[in-house]
């Protein structure tokens, strides 16, 4: 019934740029506010972004404001993730989820029952 699908992970240089894509199959996104997490290889989840569920509010991680800009289109059941001026720091495996708060700290205390595949962002030369 809650199921999130990420997508547009790819290798990309230092200073280059993707769009991620976060999309519900059986529930109406609009309903919820929709984070980003990150998890690099050997440390903990991290918080990256989060978006209320008419797009007024919006809140990033000090190290990607200036750089990430989070949007969402209701009317396709999608959130994105446009990702600009990546730097090698940023590579990580990307994961979406409905949370209940409207800031970083208040969603990466929040516990998940389950994670999707995400999808790998690698930023190297």
């Known amino acids: 019934q809650l199921q999130l699908v990420e997508s547009g992970g790819d290798l990309v240089q230092p200073g280059g740029s993707l769009r991620l894509s976060c999309a519900a199959s059986?529930?109406?996104?609009?309903?919820?506010?929709i984070g980003w997490f990150r998890q690099a290889p050997g440390k903990e989840r991290e918080g990256v972004s989060l978006?209320?569920?008419?797009?007024?509010?919006?809140d990033y991680r000090d190290s990607v404001k200036g750089r990430f800009t989070i949007s969402r289109d209701n009317a396709k059941n999608t959130v994105y993730l446009q990702m600009d001026r990546l730097k090698s720091e940023d590579t990580a495996v990307y994961y979406c989820?409905?949370?209940?708060?409207?800031?970083?700290?208040?969603?990466?205390?929040?516990?998940?029952?389950?994670w999707g595949q995400g999808t790998q962002v690698t930023v190297s030369s």
């Open positions: 059986e529930f109406p996104l609009g309903s919820y506010t």
């Open positions: 978006i209320s569920s008419g797009g007024l509010v919006t």
């Open positions: 989820q409905a949370v209940l708060g409207i800031t970083i700290a208040a969603m990466e205390d929040q516990d998940f029952a389950s």
